[in-house]
């Protein structure tokens, strides 16, 4: 107990420019609380480790490759932490199955807050529920949401030289055209795919699903004229969009999306279709309640940075911070909406 609190006590006169104690003392122990910081854990397993291996270092994976939505999410929240719990932050990419590499990465870590996982809706809701899906973990059930950091709106967008002006123009074609309408995806049980059976399922209306290996190819088909309409994130879009080379008919959402305040919400004419994605911290479940809470109150004053709300906005995602419990209530419930639609097509994994 006295070595760990000297260990403490160093570190803190480390940060703070002072000398090293060189033995500990009552004053000195009268000043440390009993409570561990972050960095002091961090601290207290790099003294077991090699001289050269003793650096304070935090990992957050990202299950999705560089340049996606989730990625971006993720680098931004690194960035703004780094200073918040005086280490250094660093992303590492663990891509494979949705996410799936990465939760399962984050749930065999040590629960001591040095490895992260910014986990998005489509992992911990939507995966590990596909019909005969054999995963070696589910992350909805296995990890634990510690703090949301930002929402992802879907828009509903077609070619800006396509027929289409609005939403009820593709319904009314593919009610005309039984089974020619297609609807474009980031692949089989993707976000995108789960939204196109919604809508079938919503409006009674037969259309055709047009898997891709990821949203770039599904959009450039989009942009093609090879596939109908495409219902994505806002982060994938948002350029061409105010580029005029696509046109956002809708918004998944109730909440107007802050870059197309006037684009109206889905649920305007399909009662009921409400879909926002999410990107949450995620952390392992033998976390200490004490950690958890230091590191919902580190992402929660993360996400004021004035930097990271602007530069989160200019990508497409709506910044928003939500605390445990909150971010909990919205898994459960999206866990439920898309079991149901997922039974009702059985939607089967592939793999």
């Known amino acids: 107990m006295a070595?760990?609190?000297?260990?403490?006590?160093?570190?803190?006169?480390?940060?703070?420019?002072e000398s090293k104690p060189s033995a500990p003392?009552?004053?000195?122990?009268?000043?440390?609380?009993?409570?561990?910081?972050?960095?002091?854990?961090?601290l207290t397993v790099a003294t077991t480790l090699p001289a050269t291996a003793q650096e304070r270092t935090v990992r957050i994976l990202s299950g999705a490759s560089a340049g996606g939505s989730s990625d971006f999410a993720t680098r931004l929240l690194a960035d703004a932490l780094g200073p918040?719990?005086?280490?250094?932050?660093?992303?590492?990419?663990?891509?494979?199955?949705?996410?799936?590499?990465?939760?399962?990465?984050?749930?065999?870590?040590?629960?001591?807050?040095?490895?992260?996982?910014v986990c998005p809706m489509s992992t911990m809701s939507i995966t590990p529920q596909l019909v005969g899906a054999n995963l070696p973990i589910d992350p909805g059930t296995e990890l634990l949401p510690i703090a949301n950091v930002a929402l992802s709106s879907y828009g509903f967008v077609v070619a800006a030289n396509g027929p289409y002006r609005s939403v009820q123009d593709v319904l009314v074609a593919a009610r005309a055209r039984p089974g020619q309408v297609s609807f474009a995806s980031a692949g089989v049980g993707s976000a995108q795919h789960l939204q196109g059976e919604l809508l079938k399922q919503k409006t009674g209306v037969e259309m055709v699903h047009v898997p891709y290996r990821g949203?770039?190819?599904?959009?450039?088909?989009?942009?093609?004229?090879?596939?109908?309409?495409?219902?994505?994130?806002?982060?994938?879009?948002?350029?061409?969009?105010?580029?005029?080379?696509?046109?956002?008919?809708?918004?998944?959402?109730?909440?107007?999306?802050?870059?197309?305040?006037?684009?109206?919400?889905?649920?305007?004419?399909?009662?009921?279709?409400?879909?926002?994605?999410?990107?949450?911290?995620?952390?392992?479940?033998?976390?200490?309640?004490?950690?958890?809470?230091?590191?919902?109150?580190?992402?929660?004053?993360?996400m004021t940075d004035p930097s990271l709300v602007r530069r989160m906005a200019e990508g497409g995602l709506t910044p928003r911070f939500e605390d445990r419990a909150t971010i909990t209530q919205r898994l459960a419930a999206d866990r439920a909406l898309w079991l149901n639609v997922i039974r009702a097509v059985n939607l089967r994994a592939s793999y």
């Open 215 to 302: 949203a770039s190819p599904a959009i450039v088909d989009i942009l093609g004229g090879r596939a109908d309409f495409m219902i994505t994130n806002m982060a994938d879009v948002t350029r061409q969009v105010q580029d005029g080379a696509l046109r956002l008919l809708a918004i998944s959402d109730e909440e107007p999306f802050p870059l197309f305040p006037d684009v109206p919400p889905l649920s305007r004419l399909i009662p009921g279709f409400n879909v926002v994605g999410w990107f949450a911290l995620c952390g392992q479940k033998a976390m200490t309640p004490e950690l958890v809470d230091r590191l919902e109150a580190a992402v929660g004053r993360a």
């Open 3 to 17: 070595r760990r609190r000297l260990a403490e006590s160093e570190y803190r006169c480390w940060r703070a420019g």
């Open 84 to 117: 918040i719990l005086g280490v250094r932050v660093v992303v590492e990419n663990r891509t494979g199955v949705n996410g799936i590499v990465a939760a399962q990465e984050t749930a065999r870590s040590a629960p001591d807050g040095s490895t992260t996982f």
């Open 25 to 42: 003392n009552r004053e000195h122990q009268s000043m440390i609380r009993p409570s561990f910081t972050l960095a002091a854990l961090l």
